[in-house]
């Protein structure tokens, strides 16, 4: 299998341990012949005592030595203080065994101490294998002279069939610079024989190594083998052989097991067929001489000793490669070139390159790693999860030392298996569900999945297929409490991979009702909120067969987890449904499983309710189903544009709220139209219509239940004119987008929006003989097929629409045919379609008499007019003028309520028009007759000028010296708060004052001061004529100030408050003939005079008047 059990691992450890040994003998003897100069055994002196190579030397099988002592002598080395590196190596059959290193101690040959630089520690040896077999450690030699070595070590002793010498070797790399002396030696120093406790017995048969299987022919199909090592030669001929999975399962998975022997110590079985996970061999002697079990490890690819003639470092890149492998899989490397096996075979993984024609893959200089197939074994096993090989690429296999290399590829299959959650719970009784999504890069590939336990025993099993869309999700149905993963095989290639641990739990799962009292009226929806706790499901009962009739047994799923179920009984047709969940999560769900009643009306009654989990019943709750009534019609109107906003009772809310929807009796041609009917319980007809006629909106649902006899909605004209028949709404014609409803269960209320501009109205010859008969159900000929039901075929066929002073009266008719009324009731109002009008404010007239519109040549200045649309409408105010001097400029507005009808403001910028230049303006695209084209002119901009001096009063009265006004006006006392609000700091103001110029003005003060404080005076425009200071009054709208370069034309000075003073009877302002005036330096008792930029607009009038105060305040305080 592919996933790093620790069968797999010592099995390849294995391999890699015997080259290990070997190949390092060979090296080392090498090295040591040559330089003469390291040996085993040290002189007995100084602080390293004894001088034996290997104290003991001899040990029993499957012994452990503690304080295992080896020492080791290396001649002369250079002391110039470097650092020297020693490694001790000893065989990877010791190494596995295990090592635990104590001390390593060196001196000088005379006996002194050799400087140790760092502790030393055990490490992975030369062979790159993963078992820490060495010693490493390091010195600084200051003396050339011979160094001496003891090793400490706690070591343990393998089991043999026969008494075997193993050898131990080190290392010494002399870390010269080159001035003299020194040199890197190597050699085998120690033999430590193991002896063989049987005493010459001829051993039991047991598994040397785990079994692999591999392919013989790779290029064939059917031709797998498994090899089998035993310790010691057997005769296998009568041995039976059965493969099963490792779960212990004891269905044969193999059964055309044969045994071949092709050597005394290994037996080679014909499997016929490929396996494509580790199974269990059992192995059965007659003579019971070997009988056990062992698990064979399965490979996905096999490289084979190379036979292409190709040299060693290279081979053709221009056909397929040898072998593929999924990253994961398992890879048998095989030492047999044409039938011929080798043994103790060593193997190199190089990487590659291709050459200038992408023809040949070529070896790197030094292979990535290397192993042996071990001894008697022709077979060794490489994981292509090790982490020097990389996905994508191609590496020449070097089997043997053959004159030949095989490539071996490594593709990426992208195997996973994941799970979404590590903790899941299950109640009393009950089972947990597990689930694992597994994925792949490819498609169509069978996988193996386990539900594998904390004793890592398989519980659970199953096969799935991962589908085209790369991903399968498997599930187990778990109710034990415990710990587990799922661990996954891909079936073709033997790629594994498991999930984290998943955490099982048996909880005590708690359900509950968010409300004691659940109320809706007969017809409604009752909304019931079930809290779940520690469970996904609960069980709800509601009613009772003796108290009320009705019963019903249902069970509710908390699909997205949430701990909340919002369940909802429709009491017209007493069904069940859930409240939809978040769009991307799991649904809630309920299902019945017995009910009383069904398709009934319920009555007004009381229905207890209880939920539970288990047995026991957890909360209780009341379903209270009250009368019903259909009490009254409001009609609304808002702009077309927010004809789709209106989408609950909430926007209703929000929408009359900003102003957008008002109660009118009438409404412009194009508007929207909204009724607001209070009506209970006719919700759960429209739920119930919406799911059984399988319509998308409630809208489709509306329409399909009016004009009977039970339900209807009719829009009439009141008003045709003589001869003519009335104009009737046909709902059913009226497309949905011209159709809004609303059903606000909650509030009892049902709102229906029609978009005027786009409803359907037809002539219909009303019945006179039930025209507003005693029903209230307005009757039309509409059964044009004469069957007895309404067919809308009596509607005339041509289309027209609502008209200018046209009247209707809109009724919503509940039929005592409906089960919801003892006798029939309706509720109407009545609407007048307006023209679409609108005109401009205006302030003066043409030489022609016709209304004028004046701006002065500056910015901000204030358009306004009145208009029949709906307040919320977007309109565009344009002025635009011809001639010499054209322009043209723009501003959407929105219309609002302004209380006594709907309004418009806009403010355009005129600063860069000459004074008297003439200009038109309009609103166009709005149906409004000739765009409301109304004449403009730029007027030269008022001025002003104010002054006021330091003073003292008793706080009621200011008086002002002097103030200069254009266009009359008043002149507005504030105090030191004007930079806060606009508003809050007026403290009084003058009466109407006359164009011109006056002086000692007293202004009286609506709030006088306790206190010394400042006192700002600002002269204020009459921009509505009316001689009524109306700025505060209209938040701004009207009687802005007069301004000068933008900013508001002020005065401020210091007013002392003495209680005792004796208040200056108000003298008459004495008017003056106005006098131009240049714009002074303002200071404290210096008059501002200055153009003023006509009326702003009134959020720029309180930026402005802001402003002013904090300059004033701000040369104040300088």
């Keep these: 299998m592919t996933d790093t059990s620790e069968k797999i691992r010592a099995l390849f450890l294995t391999a890699l341990m015997v080259v290990s040994v070997f190949g390092a003998t060979v090296a080392f003897a090498g090295s040591a012949a040559a330089a003469g100069n390291l040996s085993g055994g040290a002189d007995d002196q100084g602080s390293i005592t004894g001088s034996a190579a290997a104290e003991p030397s001899s040990v029993s099988e499957g012994s452990s030595q503690n304080n295992h002592l080896f020492r080791f002598s290396v001649g002369s080395q250079d002391g110039n203080g470097n650092t020297d590196t020693v490694y001790i190596e000893f065989p990877d059959a010791v190494a596995q065994e295990g090592l635990s290193l104590n001390s390593i101690d060196f001196e000088y040959a005379d006996g002194n101490d050799v400087q140790v630089d760092d502790s030393a520690i055990l490490v992975d040896g030369t062979d790159n294998d993963g078992v820490d077999d060495t010693v490493k450690a390091t010195l600084s030699p200051e003396e050339t002279k011979g160094v001496e070595a003891k090793l400490d070590i706690?070591?343990?002793?393998?089991?043999?069939?026969?008494?075997?010498?193993?050898?131990?070797?080190?290392?010494?790399?002399?870390?010269?610079?080159?001035?003299?002396?020194?040199?890197?030696?190597?050699?085998?120093?120690?033999?430590?024989?193991?002896?063989?406790?049987?005493?010459?017995?001829?051993?039991?048969?047991?598994?040397?190594?785990?079994?692999?299987?591999?392919?013989?022919?790779?290029?064939?199909?059917?031709?797998?083998?498994?090899?089998?090592?035993?310790?010691?030669?057997?005769?296998?001929?009568?041995?039976?052989?059965?493969?099963?999975?490792d779960d212990g399962s004891t269905s044969t998975l193999q059964t055309d097991v044969g045994a071949y022997t092709s050597s005394g110590d290994r037996i080679v079985l014909d499997l016929g067929?490929?396996?494509?996970?580790?199974?269990?061999?059992?192995?059965?002697?007659?003579?019971?001489?070997?009988?056990?079990?062992?698990?064979?490890?399965?490979?996905?690819?096999?490289?084979?000793?190379?036979?292409?003639?190709?040299?060693?470092?290279?081979?053709?890149?221009?056909?397929?490669?040898?072998?593929?492998?999924?990253?994961?899989?398992?890879?048998?490397?095989?030492?047999?070139?044409?039938?011929?096996?080798?043994?103790?075979?060593?193997?190199?993984?190089?990487?590659?390159?291709?050459?200038?024609?992408d023809t040949i893959y070529q070896s790197e200089s030094s292979p990535l790693f290397g192993g042996s197939t071990g001894s008697s074994s022709y077979v060794a096993v490489v994981d292509s999860d090790n982490s020097q090989l990389s996905s994508g690429e191609v590496y020449n296999v070097e089997v043997d030392s053959t004159t030949s290399a095989s490539q071996l590829q490594?593709?990426?299959?992208?195997?996973?298996?994941?799970?979404?959650?590590?903790?899941?719970?299950?109640?009393?009784?009950?089972?947990?569900?597990?689930?694992?999504?597994?994925?792949?890069?490819?498609?169509?590939?069978?996988?193996?999945?386990d539900l594998v336990d904390e004793d890592d025993d398989v519980v659970q099993s199953q096969d799935v297929m991962i589908d085209g869309d790369r991903e399968v999700t498997a599930s187990f149905d778990v109710s034990d409490s415990g710990n587990y993963t799922v661990e996954a095989q891909d079936v073709q290639s033997g790629v594994t991979s498991e999930t984290d641990s998943i955490v099982v739990s048996e909880v005590t799962g708690d359900a509950s009702f968010d409300s004691s009292i659940?109320?809706?009226?007969?017809?409604?929806?009752?909304?019931?909120?079930?809290?779940?706790?520690?469970?996904?499901?609960?069980?709800?009962?509601?009613?009772?067969?003796e108290d009320v009739n009705y019963y019903a047994d249902l069970t509710v799923t908390d699909g997205n987890e949430d701990g909340e179920v919002v369940l909802q009984l429709n009491t017209y047709e007493s069904k069940y449904s859930v409240v939809d969940t978040p769009s991307g999560e799991d649904s809630d769900s309920v299902s019945v499983s017995e009910r009383g009643a069904d398709s009934v009306v319920l009555g007004a009654a009381d229905y207890n309710a209880n939920v539970s989990v288990s047995s026991e019943e957890q909360g209780v709750s009341t379903v209270v189903v009250t009368d019903r009534g259909t009490d009254e019609m409001v009609l609304w109107t808002t702009a077309d544009d927010d004809f789709g906003d209106i989408n609950s009772g909430g926007d209703?809310?929000?929408?009359?709220?900003?102003?957008?929807?008002?109660?009118?009796?009438?409404?412009?041609?194009?508007?929207?139209?909204?009724?607001?009917?209070?009506?209970?319980?006719?919700?759960?007809?429209?739920?119930?219509?919406?799911?059984?006629?399988?319509?998308?909106?409630?809208?489709?649902?509306?329409?399909?239940?009016?004009?009977?006899?039970?339900v209807d909605l009719t829009m009439v004209q009141t008003n045709p004119q003589a001869n003519e028949d009335p104009k009737v709404l046909d709902l059913e014609a009226t497309s949905t987008d011209a159709l809004n409803v609303v059903t606000d269960n909650d509030n009892g209320t049902l709102y229906v929006s029609v978009d005027t501009s786009e409803a359907v109205f037809k002539r219909v010859d009303i019945d006179d003989n039930d025209f507003g008969d005693d029903s209230g159900q307005q009757d039309y000929a509409a059964d044009g097929d004469g069957n007895g039901e309404y067919d809308?075929?009596?509607?005339?066929?041509?289309?027209?629409?609502?008209?200018?002073?046209?009247?209707?009266?809109?009724?919503?008719?509940?039929?005592?045919?409906?089960?919801l009324a003892d006798d029939d009731e309706s509720v109407s109002a009545t609407y007048t379609v307006v023209?679409?009008?609108?005109?401009?404010?205006?302030?003066?007239?043409?030489?022609?008499?016709?209304?004028?519109?004046?701006?002065?040549?500056?910015?901000?200045?204030?358009?306004?007019?009145?208009?029949?649309?709906?307040?919320?409408?977007?309109?565009?105010?344009?002025?635009?003028?011809?001639?010499?001097?054209?322009?043209?400029?723009?501003?959407?507005?929105?219309?609002?309520?302004?209380?006594?009808?709907?309004?418009?403001?806009?403010?355009?910028?005129?600063?860069?028009?000459?004074?008297?230049?003439?200009?038109?303006?309009?609103?166009?695209?709005?149906?409004?007759?000739?765009?409301?084209?109304?004449?403009?002119?730029?007027?030269?901009?008022?001025?002003?000028?104010?002054?006021?001096?330091?003073?003292?009063?008793?706080?009621?009265?200011?008086?002002?010296?002097?103030?200069?006004?254009?266009?009359?006006?008043?002149?507005?006392i504030h105090d030191g708060s004007l930079t806060d609000s606009a508003f809050d700091s007026v403290r009084g103001t003058s009466a109407y004052l006359e164009a011109g110029s006056h002086s000692d003005i007293e202004v009286s003060l609506d709030a006088p001061y306790e206190s010394d404080g400042t006192v700002i005076a600002m002269p204020h425009q009459d921009t509505n004529g009316n001689e009524a200071y109306d700025f505060v009054s209209s938040d701004g709208a009207d009687d802005g100030p007069y301004t000068a370069d933008g900013a508001a034309v002020t005065d401020d000075a210091s007013l002392t408050v003495d209680a005792s003073a004796t208040p200056t009877p108000t003298p008459t302002p004495t008017e003056e003939t106005p006098t131009p005036t240049s714009t002074p330096t303002s200071t404290e008792d210096t008059p501002t005079s200055t153009e003023t930029g006509g009326q702003p607009g009134f959020g720029a009038a309180l930026a402005i008047v802001a402003l002013a105060g904090a300059a004033l305040l701000a040369l104040r305080r300088e």
Excluded at 423 to 429: K, M
Excluded at 921 to 933: K, R
Excluded at 956 to 961: E, G, K, L, Q, R
């Design 518 to 545: 659940i109320e809706t009226p007969r017809g409604g929806v009752a909304n019931i909120t079930l809290s779940l706790d520690n469970t996904e499901t609960a069980r709800v009962q509601i009613g009772d067969l």
């Design 652 to 710: 209703v809310a929000t929408f009359a709220a900003q102003g957008n929807l008002t109660q009118d009796s009438t409404v412009a041609a194009g508007d929207t139209l909204v009724h607001q009917i209070k009506v209970t319980g006719i919700y759960g007809l429209v739920q119930d219509e919406l799911a059984k006629s399988n319509v998308d909106s409630a809208e489709e649902a509306l329409a399909n239940i009016v004009g009977t006899d039970a």
């Design 410 to 449: 490594i593709r990426g299959l992208g195997f996973n298996v994941s799970t979404n959650e590590t903790s899941v719970d299950f109640n009393e009784g009950g089972s947990a569900t597990v689930e694992a999504n597994i994925t792949a890069n490819f498609g169509n590939r069978p996988v193996e999945v």
């Design 273 to 357: 067929s490929d396996i494509s996970k580790d199974l269990t061999l059992n192995i059965n002697d007659p003579n019971s001489d070997f009988d056990t079990n062992v698990t064979v490890t399965s490979t996905s690819a096999t490289v084979q000793e190379g036979t292409s003639g190709n040299s060693p470092s290279s081979s053709s890149a221009s056909d397929d490669v040898d072998s593929v492998v999924f990253q994961g899989g398992d890879v048998a490397v095989v030492a047999d070139d044409s039938g011929s096996p080798a043994t103790d075979a060593g193997y190199e993984v190089f990487e590659t390159r291709t050459d200038d024609d």
């Design 792 to 819: 809308n075929t009596g509607f005339g066929s041509s289309e027209v629409s609502a008209a200018d002073d046209d009247e209707f009266e809109v009724t919503f008719f509940i039929g005592e045919e409906s089960n």
């Design 835 to 972: 023209e679409r009008t609108a005109s401009f404010d205006t302030s003066a007239e043409t030489a022609d008499g016709d209304p004028l519109v004046t701006v002065q040549n500056a910015s901000n200045q204030t358009i306004s007019g009145t208009t029949s649309v709906a307040p919320g409408t977007n309109v565009t105010v344009r002025a635009r003028a011809t001639g010499d001097n054209p322009f043209l400029k723009t501003q959407e507005v929105e219309v609002h309520d302004h209380g006594d009808g709907a309004v418009f403001h806009a403010n355009l910028d005129f600063s860069d028009v000459s004074s008297g230049t003439n200009f038109t303006l309009t609103v166009p695209n709005q149906g409004f007759e000739d765009d409301a084209e109304t004449d403009g002119r730029v007027a030269p901009a008022p001025t002003a000028s104010v002054s006021i001096s330091n003073q003292t009063t008793d706080g009621t009265t200011v008086t002002v010296d002097s103030a200069s006004l254009s266009n009359g006006g008043f002149v507005t």
């Design 154 to 245: 706690d070591t343990s002793w393998p089991a043999v069939g026969s008494d075997t010498d193993y050898d131990i070797s080190a290392e010494y790399q002399d870390g010269s610079d080159g001035s003299s002396g020194g040199a890197d030696v190597t050699g085998n120093f120690a033999t430590v024989t193991v002896t063989d406790s049987s005493g010459g017995a001829t051993p039991a048969i047991s598994a040397e190594q785990d079994p692999v299987e591999f392919d013989t022919d790779p290029t064939s199909d059917n031709t797998n083998a498994i090899e089998l090592i035993v310790n010691r030669t057997v005769d296998a001929s009568g041995y039976e052989y059965t493969l099963y999975r």
